[in-house]
Every structure is written in C-alpha cells, then in structure tokens.
C-alpha cells in the first residue's frame, strides 16, 4: 500500500516570497500524484496532477510540482505567495496500483504573511 | 453548471440521533466517495461506490451507512452508533472506469456536522 508523507505540517512565508511544500511517496512504481488545496470551511480544490507525461507540472494559480523517482518526491513550489495562498494543502496518490482509494497526507497549513 | 453539490453547509444533531447527508453530482461520474475530515487530520474515506447499487466500506465505515441507488446521488447517514461524529465530511466523485487507478477526485463543498 501507498504512503504519502507531506514533511511539514506549517509554512510560513513572506507574500512575495517563494514556497516549497514538501511530500514524499513510498510506492515502487511510478504512480499519478495530486496536490490539492483547501480553504477553511471548503472542499479540496485540484491544484495539479502528475501522469507521467511530464516530470515537471504546472498547475492552476501559478503552482508547479516536481516528480523525481529516484527521490520518490513530488515537491510543490510557487515563485511567489500571494495573500490568497494561505490555505491547506494535501498531496495526494493512489492507495495502490490497482486501487481506486487514495492516500492522504496529512496536510500543510500556508501562512502568508503581509 | 457542472460539479458536485452538498447539503446542508452546517448541520446540527442532538446525541441518538441518525442524520442524512446529501450528495449530488451532475457530472456523470460511475464512482463516489465520503470523507471524514477532523482538525489536523487528512482525510480518512469512510463509504466509496464505483457503480449504482454497490458501495464499499472504506476506512472508518463504522457508524455510518449510504446507498446508491441512482447514479449521481451517495447520500450518507450518520447513525447513533457513531461514537464521535462532530467532523467534516466530504463527498467526492470520479470518472474510474474511463480511467482506472489514479483518476481525479473532485470533491463537494462539504457538510460540517455538529453533534450537541
């Protein structure tokens, strides 16, 4: 079975700033990866997802992810963070590879400070 | 307008009583999921159905029961045997037998139940 762990359960960054979310897969195979996104009190909102087609990924609001297997991570960066960023964030695989449940890490809370 | 839709947005119930959630999607998504979602925690699935009139217990089934009977409707209830259910619960959708393992969930704005 798939795990997903997400490294920091807090960032905080300066608007302007750059962010880098962190999150780490265990499975063997190359499998397809999400972030998603949460504002308080909504559903998850897809930022990107990873397929294979492409290592690099871009995503919606400027976000991009980074797939590298000999790392087994799927890191999330954005140049710069807007007040609009500060949210929750999950990275997301499937359970296993033949497995239509998915595998939640525990989440990353966004600070955007002013 | 294409998506998925939950109600009520906050939910209040007294202890011993069962309580149904609603999901609806019009996007013609085969599967459907439920989410309980606790502060700090990611989310723990609870029922998921890839086909009218068959479901599957998920993590923490305990407590709870849906039905499928029509394609774009999972509803959920919250019965008392739940022990603790003041949470987050999320309703989810995906296309699953176009596409297999790994395809996009696309979730619902969410239903916040409140036991008092």
């Known amino acids: 079975a798939q795990s997903v762990t997400q490294l920091d359960s807090h960032v905080s960054v300066s608007e302007g700033t750059p962010v880098l979310l962190r999150c780490n897969y265990s499975?063997?195979?190359?499998?397809?990866l999400f972030w998603y996104v949460q504002h308080p009190n909504k559903g998850l909102q897809l930022l990107l997802k990873y397929t294979s087609a492409a290592t690099l990924v871009k995503g919606i609001n400027g976000f991009e992810a980074e797939f590298k297997k000999s790392e087994t991570s799927f890191h999330l960066t954005k140049p710069s963070a807007h007040m609009s960023d500060a949210a929750e964030y999950f990275c997301?695989?499937?359970?296993?590879?033949?497995?239509?449940?998915?595998?939640f890490g525990a989440g990353t809370t966004v600070t955007v400070r002013a | 307008d294409g998506g998925i839709t939950q109600s009520p947005k906050y939910l209040f119930r007294k202890e011993g009583q069962n309580v149904t959630l609603s999901c609806e999607q019009n996007l013609n998504h085969d599967a459907m999921y439920w989410y309980r979602q606790d502060p700090g925690q990611g989310l723990r699935l609870i029922y998921y159905?890839?086909?009218?009139?068959?479901?599957q217990k998920g993590d923490i089934a305990e407590g709870y029961s849906v039905s499928r009977e029509k394609k774009e409707s999972f509803p959920l209830t919250v019965t008392s045997a739940q022990k603790n259910p003041t949470a987050f619960y999320l309703c989810?959708?995906?296309?699953?037998?176009?596409?297999?393992?790994?395809?996009?969930?696309?979730f619902g704005p969410g239903t916040r139940l409140t036991v008092l």
């Open positions: 159905s890839q086909i009218v009139n068959d479901f």
């Open positions: 499975s063997s195979y190359s499998p397809s």
């Open positions: 997301v695989a499937p359970f296993s590879s033949n497995d239509y449940k998915l595998s």
């Open positions: 989810a959708s995906s296309i699953e037998k176009a596409g297999g393992p790994g395809d996009t969930q696309y």
